[in-house]
């Protein structure tokens, strides 16, 4: 029905940049938000980065001041801007969207399959 799909994950120097990106494609009627959340090894899976249609844009602590998150509406495509990257930031990142449907019309959370960075000199 929807699928994400997520591209610029990789490996980097600490104190590097990164800008994965998501595109969002399927029988969408609207996108209400876009997201990343990533996972790192024996960590719970946390909120990076959330974007709302309107340019809402919400930060974990963590990342504030280094990642900044966009939204090409027109592309339904998320963008991360991750900046002074450190080893710390290394984590699988999984894309998220909450979306409208077309048939049915329905609401649903979706995940992409994830993309790993890896910040290690």
């Known amino acids: 029905q929807v699928q994400l799909g997520e591209s610029g994950g990789g490996l980097v120097q600490p104190g590097g940049s990164l800008r994965p990106s998501c595109a969002a494609s399927?029988?969408?009627?609207?996108?209400?938000?876009m997201g990343w959340y990533r996972r790192a090894p024996g960590k719970q899976r946390e909120l990076v980065a959330a974007i709302t249609s309107g340019g809402s844009t919400n930060y974990a602590d963590s990342v504030k001041g280094r990642f900044t998150i966009s939204r090409d509406n027109a592309k339904n495509t998320v963008y991360l801007q991750m900046n002074s990257l450190n080893p710390e930031d290394t984590a699988v990142y999984y894309c998220n969207a909450a979306v409208i449907i077309t048939t049915p019309a329905r609401y649903l959370e979706v995940w992409g399959q994830g993309t790993l960075v890896t910040v290690s000199s």
């Open positions: 399927g029988s969408i009627l609207g996108i209400l938000s």
